[in-house]
């Protein structure tokens, strides 16, 4: 199997993803593994866009239990998701893989401005798009970021990478020893289960818009080109109701 199953796709990094095994901030190695599993699927010829999560630096809904207001408090965790934008971005360009950020919030000394088909250009000229800042408005996630985003650059496919953890589970492995990975569900599935795959906003809209999602371990090596070239590993949502 060298053909890739798809040509269009959208990546959504966890900032836990970046943490590596620190946890917290940007692991070098982790962003040098990721950077090279990115490159492997360019090497393919799939147009490959990013979204970046932040909760390895800030998290909203964190801030504003300390006080912080919500809102403020969301607006901090979209910036998280630029400097991780950029550290991706440098990451990138250091094995030669052309790249462009472009954020939801302006702030163009150092990313391009979100247009919608100015990023569908570059991934024709294959370049690789990082989405920064989430949706640009508080009260979401990333995860609805890369449902929105996928939607509109019609994507075919969002692979959601995780950190250590290598699919959906009935309930949490750490937690409860009987939990059971799960092969194959619905959006619905995931909403009547909470199932905590994604928040409901960002699985509604991809339920809505028919865009099916994988979720699987980044940590081993190659798992985005396995995924790409369509080996059945993680958990696989399907787009359609049924
Ligand atoms: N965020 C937001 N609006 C968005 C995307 C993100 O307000 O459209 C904020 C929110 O506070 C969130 C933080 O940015 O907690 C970091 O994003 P997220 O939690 O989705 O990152 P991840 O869990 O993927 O690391």
Redesign the pocket.
Known sequence: MTKPKYDRIVL??????LAGDIGFGIEANMMTSIASQVKEVVDLGVEVAIV????????????SSKGIDR?T??????L??VM?SLALQDALEKIEVPTRVQT?IEMKQIAEPYIRRRSIRHLEKGRVVIFA?????????????AALRAAEIEAEVILMAKNNVDGVYSSDPKKDPNAKKLDSLTYLDVLNQNLGVMDSTASSLCMDNNIPLIVFSITEKGNIKRVVLGEKIGTNIKGSVS
């Open positions: 959504k990094l966890s900032g836990e993803a970046v999560g932040g909760g390895n630096i800030w998290r909203g809904i964190s801030g809102a408090a969301d607006y901090m965790g979209m998280a998701t991780n939801s800042s989430g949706t640009g408005n508080p009260f979401f996630s990333t995860d609805t970021t």
